[in-house]
């Protein structure tokens, strides 16, 4: 491997684990909440949209991860650059998408499970519709937060001259 792609390689590693493994997380929460949705629409459809909304919610991990990704991509220049980072450039891109796609991964996971609870709670009284999402968004909070950190971290590192 040419030494000079080394830091390339470890950036664009960051940008795909984040992408892949929020993405992966958001995949499999709003497939489980998809099947609570479903339940809940074929005992009363009149209940569709409300479903549907705290179906999506586990799907905002994924596009944290592929917003980190682009970020990532800018920033090491590959959308208009030369893409010619240091190695220890690299790493730190590496490192600054980790908090996403990890975090991002197992917060999408357990949204779902707390989604699901929430689409129970709307089945049996609907008048809950409001309180039922803040059980999800809960979840999000710490998705969002390694949303910043990640962000934080990607556009920190120009500014150490490395």
Known sequence: MDTNNIGLFFALAGAAIAAFMAGAGSAIGVGRAGQAAAGAVSEDPSLFVRVLILQ??????????????????????????????????GLLYLAACLPMGIVGFFSAIGQSGASVAAIQLVTKDPSQFGRSMIFPVMVETYAILALLISILSIFGIPGLGL
């Open 56 to 89: 999506l919610l586990p799907g905002t991990q994924g596009i944290y991860g592929l917003l980190i990704a682009f970020l990532t991509l800018m920033n090491i220049g590959i959308m208009g650059g030369s893409g010619d980072i240091s190695l220890t450039e």
